[in-house]
Every structure is written in C-alpha cells, then in structure tokens.
C-alpha cells in the first residue's frame, strides 16, 4: 500500500511571516485580515506572527527572502493586489511578484506563499478580498499551514 502524506491543517507552536503590500491598502488589509484569522482559527498564536508592510508588490519577495532565510518562521506568506485597471505595468509588477516569491520560497526552503491577487479591475479585487469569493488572504494563510505541514515530513 502507498504511503501518503498529507499537511495538517494544525497551526499550533508554528511561526509565521507576513507580507503586506502597501499599494491597494484597503484590498491587501482585507487580505491580511482574512490570512491572520485563518491561521489562528487553526490554533496559531497572535504573538507567533509577524506582519511587515512594504511599499508595493514588487517589493514583496525581497522582504519574503530576508524572512524566510532568517530562521524565525515557519513560512512566509507574501499579500498584494495588483490590478491591471491601474497600470499600464500590470504584467512586470505581478510577474515579478510571483517569480521572485517562488525564487524565495525555492532557495530558502522555507514555504512561501503567493496569496497576491492579480485582477483585471478593482470590482475583481473587492471580490477576492471576501465579498463576493471568498477571501484569498484566508486561504494563503490556510495553503501556509498545509504546506509547512507537509515540509515537516518530507
Ligand atoms: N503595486 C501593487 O502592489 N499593485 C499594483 O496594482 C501596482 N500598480 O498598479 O502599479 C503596484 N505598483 C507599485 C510596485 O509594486 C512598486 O512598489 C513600485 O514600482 C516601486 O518599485
């Protein structure tokens, strides 16, 4: 019989980093809230997580790399909203969000999750912050515990 592994979706005693994009405020605090409720719904400590604002997504992975090679925590969850409405740069912003976060996330090992959403218009946006969807940063902070669940047996 094949072994399998899976993550728990047990948060208790983990440490985690988080990420949140300035640029969008009133999306990416939606988001952040949605990802702090997720991870201590699931048994997390307030005092075990650790939220650090950076001006926008671009800047999201340098500050995902600081994190996650600092041994403090146990993943890293990056929050921004990048809305293509708003920019003529949509596709360098959040296409360098989401390679420098995989970059980060690969050569620290260290989890680091990509809870940036990437829409066409504000309303899109809205949605995903928990109106209409439900809300992306809850479920980056729970694909966070997943995960670091995982890594622990691998
Ligand atoms: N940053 C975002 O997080 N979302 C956006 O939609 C966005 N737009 O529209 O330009 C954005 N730009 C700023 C960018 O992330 C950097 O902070 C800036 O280019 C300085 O490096």
Redesign the pocket.
Known sequence: MAQEIHGALQAEGLKFGLIV?R??EFI?SKLRDGALDALVRHGADEEDITVVW??????LPLAAQAMARSGKYDAVIAI????RG??P??DF?AGE?AKGLAKAGMDSGVPVIFG?VTCETLEDAVERAGTRMPNRGFEAGVTAIEITNVMRQL
Do not use: K, L, R, Y
């Not at 950076?54 to 800047?59: H, R, S, Y």
């Not at 921004?80 to 809305?83: E, F, N, R, T, Y």
């Open positions: 994009s640029f969008n990416t950076v001006p926008g997504a671009f800047e921004g909203a990048v809305i708003s920019t740069h949509f912003v969000a940036v």
